[in-house]
Structure formats: structure tokens, C-alpha cells
């Protein structure tokens, strides 16, 4: 069994990227930024980590160093949030295309403007069709566990992962956390052994230019790769729980064995989450929660079977998608359903922006509104919860 | 589950104090969480840090609205700031103050809960040098709620200290000797 730490989850997670043993970390280190590359960093001054720390001029330039180095056959990683994921955009694309096995942590946080250091999705929302996996935490040992993870699915399906946590709520949180031992740490994740990689003794090309006769191959390539790669996430979780003990599944269920009335939400609000459903089964009343722990590739048969016979599904996003039909997890949802004959109403609310509480008392407000649009005549529901007026 | 809300001033070590808590808490066996208040801090302007200790899993991500505890680090917060805004009926008050019982409970607005008081400043000034009562407080924490263990305290201050601990735990355990309880 590993060891019981008491950290701040930042740190936790930089131990956990050090055990992964990465061999170049590239990072912007200024705000946005949080305590994960600062101890990463110091890891590698004490000598405690035998890795390359490139502080670079940008968080452009941090996945840009993370692209050249993942190229050359090394293991790499980097950590941003907000502004500093904005900044990478661009090169978030060619990472996954490049099919590099990047691992990027990001602590979630809301973009600007106005200026916000606070939490919420609206950081990694924009990069849902950049071509990565992406897994989301609730807590610290989640992230921790994920950062195992990401390496070994990565490397496995040659794709890059962004871990994400919630930024503040859970990053600048001390808890409880369990690291793996560095045996098992090692067994789960190999040294990394790249089909192919930059090497002057035997040149390859990579990043050529797609013409317009292979630019359409070369993508579809990256959406296969992306769908294939779920059978490598479910499994490296199916091993991971085998050295663990703690079970990760696509999509996670709470109390929705006969429920009547569901709540999709996703990262750390959905442990109070947990205790509105509570509360509200002590009053008979048949809710249940459910979340993504698997956003990309989006887990749409375990959606749907997760959702089992629930009237109405109260969808709470993080994040906003300016002038769309809903957030983009509420969006998302109904896309999935159209395919299928399961027809809940769907309640999209959008709550918790920038770091605003959002309270049991409030997850218990969502539901009933999710009650009264059990009817099938219930109009189209979207709208930005507590919003003062 | 105990809610603990710590005032101190930007530069005090309230957040310091926090983690310290949960740190201890987690090594007893128990779990813990500890955060600051998420945004900008200046230097000598008040601040609020928290932690959550309990017996089993801590499930919720919730701010402290009521917390069963509040830990006052700095002796003059409580002419500014509402320190006992949202205690627990029931709750505990843990002040540095260096007045009485009485005008303790008037400066804080005819506050009627149980109290703790030990005038940390000086001890902190006598053991350390420095008016810095961080660690300090928590020797009267200690003694105001029965659910940390000391030596698991001074454990953890002296895994965060290195060659300063032994003065620090000097001071916290005086200032839990000092720690008068009232109501």
C-alpha cells in the first residue's frame, strides 16, 4: 500500500508527476501558474529529480518546449490554467495531431475578462476539439491518481492527456492523499519506448506540411486515434485499480440506480453535490448525480446507460458557450441523446463562475427545478443560476 | 465534523496555522482539509484561513459559513472585523488578547459563548522574538477543543520549521498552559 501524506494538492500532484519519472517539465513560471511546477522545479534543483526544467518566455513557448522534447522520444510534462491555456492554444492542436504523449495538468480557472484567478471550466472548455484526452478530478487524490494515469494511456495511445483539477478548490487544498509506491509507479508506467522519434542517426520528418490530398486523412487519423484510445483509458484504469484499489469508470454514478430525476455536473462541486442528493433521498425523493470523469473522448454509451430511466436531467456546467443553445456540457448532452430514444428534459444551468460557492442548499434548488420539468410539455430550459439582479 | 475559521493579518500566518491543523490532524489519523481564502492578500491587512477536521471522508468543497471554531491571531482584528460572524451556537472563540474575560466579551459585541483567551503576543515576543502567533495559537487551540493531540502538532511544526521548531513548540505548548477557558 502507498503512503497516507498530508499535502496541499499541488504538491501531491508534482510528486506524483516526479514518480512518473518525466524527463523534461517546460513551464511559464508566473500567474496563472500554481504550486505544481514551483515544487517540480525544486525537486529538480535538490536533485531529487533527474529531469530538464526549461523555464520558458511564455506558456506558448512551455507546450512548444513540451512538443520538441516529446518528439525526441522523452516523457514530458507541463501544468497552466486560464490565461496560460488560452496562450498555448495554437500548439495544443499539433500536439495531439504530432500524436505526442504530452501530459498537461490544468487547475481550472475562469478566463478573462474580467480579470479572475478563480475556478471554474471556462479555461479547458475551449480546447474540448483540440484533439486531447481529457480526464477530470474531485478531489486531490483523484488528480493524483489521474497524473498515474495520464502517462500510461498516453504513451499507450499516442496521444497527449490534460489532467484537470479544479484551481483553488482543490489545488490550494491540504488533505489527505495516498502517493503509490515508487515499485508500483514503476511497473505501471515503463520507461517510455517511442515507435519513432527525432534522432540525427535516423532522420524522420515531423510536423510536414498536409496538402490538401492528406490534410483530411491526417485528421480523421486523430479522431480514430482519439475514439481507440477509450479501450486504452478503461483498461489502464482496470489496472490501475488492480495496484490501487480505487476503481475509476468513464462516467462515475451516485444514487441513480432508480432515479427519477438526474444531475450531471463535473470536478470538485460534485462532492456537495453528493450531499444535496443525500438530503434529498432522506425525503424520498429518487435522485441521483453523475459526471464525466471522461470528457474526451466523450463516454456516450456510458452516458446513456448511466442515465438508466431518469424524467429529467439537470445538467450543471462550469462553463459558458457565448450565444449556443446551452453550456458546453449541456450542449453536449442533448447531441448524445438525439441519437438515442432516451428523451429526459434537460435543465441546463451554468453555475459556480469564477470561484462563486455553490452550496448544497443550492444543488437542492437545481433539482426541484429539475422536478417540475419532468413533463413532457416542459419548454427548453438554459440558464446562468444566481445571477444578482 | 469541526469547522475552524482563523483571522489573522496578511503576513501572520493564518494560512500557515491552517495547514499546520490539518496536517496534524491527518497524521492522528484523522482527515482534514485546510485552505486559504482564495484571493489577492496584502501584507497587514486581515485574512481568514480555514480547516476542517473529521472523523471520516470530508465530502463537500463548501466555503466555512458557520464555523465551530474561530482562531484569533491578532489581537486587534476584532475592533475591525465581525470575528464571530456565523460562530455555531455552541462554538468556540479563541482569542490573543491580553484583556480580561469581560472586556473581551465587549469588544466583541456582548458575545455570550464559550471563550479562550492567552495573551499569545507576549509569549510569542518572550519565546521567539517576534509578535508572530501563529503557532502559538495553536497551543490554545489544543487546549480549547479536545480532539488534536499534541505531539502530533509539534510533529508537524517541526517538519515545516527545521532548526526554528524547538521555539515554536515551545511557545504553543506555554500558550496551552496559559490558555484560561471560560463558559
Redesign the interface.
Known sequence: MGK???K?VSIAVADAVAQCRVDVIAAYPITPQTHIVEHLSELVNNGELDAEFVTVESEHAALSVCIGASATGVRTFTSTAAQGLLFMYECLFIASALRLPIVMVVANRSVSAPIS???DHGDIMTMRDAGWIQTFSENGQEAVDLVYHAYRVAEKAMLPVAVNL?G???T?????IELLDQELVDRYIPPYRPKYKLDPKNPITVGAIGVPEIYTEARKALDVALENSYRTIVQAWKDFEKISGRKYQPVETYRMEDAEVGMVIMG??T??A??AVDKLREEGKKVGLLRFRLWRPFPYRDFLRAIGKVKSLVVVDRALSHGSTGGPVGIEIRSALYQSNKRPKIVNFVAGLA?R????EDFIEMFEKGYTYMTKKAPFFYEIYGVKE | MIEIRLHGRGGQGAVTS??LI??A???QGL??????S???ERRGAPVQAFARISNTY??????IYHPDVILVLDPSLPKLVKVTDGLKEGGVAILNSHHSEEEVRKMLGGYQGKLALVDATKIALEELGVPITNTTMLGALVKAIDLIEINYLEE?VRARFGKLADKNIKALRRAMEETQIYG
Open positions: 497516507r501524506v498530508a496541499e484567478i478563480w475556478n479544479d483553488f478548490i482543490v490550494h487544498v491540504v488533505e489527505p470538485s462541486l462532492e456537495t453528493m450531499n470561484g460557492d455553490v452550496t448544497v | 491552517a495547514e490539518a496536517v490532524a491527518i497524521h482527515y482534514a482539509q485546510a485552505f486559504p482564495f484571493g489577492p470530508i465530502r463537500t468543497r463548501e466555503r508537524a
